[in-house]
T-cell receptor
Framework: AQSVTQLGSHVSVSEGALVLLRCNYS??????LFWYVQYPNQGLQLLLK??????LVKGINGFEAEFKKSETSFHLTKPSAHMSDAAEYFC????????????FGTGTQLKVEL | GAGVSQTPSNKVTEKGKYVELRCDPI?????LYWYRQSLGQGPEFLIY????????DSGLPNDRFFAVRPEGSVSTLKIQRTERGDSAVYLC???????????FGQGTRLTVV
């Protein structure tokens, strides 16, 4: 069975500072990995995905994530936070041939302060 | 439509009542998913449709929950004898066959009082 762990339910950064949101996964087979963002009262929007090609994945809004198999991690980063980045972020794992469903972490609420 | 549409956006119902939640997926998407998101949690898988059939309903919590997709497009999630613990945001997503990239609707917030 696969699972996702997001370390830190709340992260606070200053505007312009580095954003780092952590995600570790467990999977018995090579996974696909995703980051989604959820703004208040809205659905989930895909930020980026890893599907076994390049290990460094670039997404929308300046975010990127690096797949590290040895660390079973897929941390999300952005060099410079903007106020509009304040939202909840979810990491998710999808197993190819494993039931066609995403398994989500519990989410990290990102707060951006002036 | 341009995106996944869910109606209603909010639903308040009394304990014990029956509710239906509707999902209209992106045109051409054969795969459809229902998830439930409780406060402070990530979305949890409920059921997956491929075309008209439920390919995986292992996430449905009990037999009060049922979902249909009779024509392979619109889906309805049905909850009988609602309980206060059913209160959550119910999310629908759709994707093209054989791809994992799912597009989510804005969800239906269900409150059972």
């Amino acid at each position: 069975a696969q699972s996702v762990t997001q370390l830190g339910s709340h992260v606070s950064v200053s505007e312009g500072a580095l954003v780092l949101l952590r995600c570790n996964y467990s999977s018995s087979v090579p996974p696909y990995l995703f980051w989604y963002v959820q703004y208040p009262n809205q659905g989930l929007q895909l930020l980026l995905k890893y599907t076994s090609a390049a290990t460094l994945v670039k997404g929308i809004n300046g975010f990127e994530a690096e797949f590290k198999k040895s660390e079973t991690s897929f941390h999300l980063t952005k060099p410079s936070a903007h106020m509009s980045d304040a939202a909840e972020y979810f990491c998710a794992v999808y197993l190819t041939g494993g039931g066609n469903k995403l398994t989500f972490g519990t989410g990290t609420q990102l707060k951006v302060e002036l | 439509g341009a995106g996944v549409s869910q109606t209603p956006s909010n639903k308040v119902t009394e304990k014990g009542k029956y509710v239906e939640l509707r999902c209209d997926p992106i045109s051409g998407h054969t795969a459809l998913y229902w998830y439930r998101q409780s406060l402070g949690q990530g979305p949890e898988f409920l059921i997956y449709f491929q075309g008209t059939g439920a390919a995986d309903d292992s996430g449905l919590p009990n037999d009060r929950f049922f979902a249909v997709r009779p024509e392979g497009s619109v889906s309805t999630l049905k909850i009988q004898r609602t309980e206060r613990g059913d209160s959550a945001v119910y999310l629908c997503a759709s994707s093209l066959e054989r791809t994992a990239e799912a597009f989510f609707g804005q969800g239906t917030r269900l409150t059972v009082v």
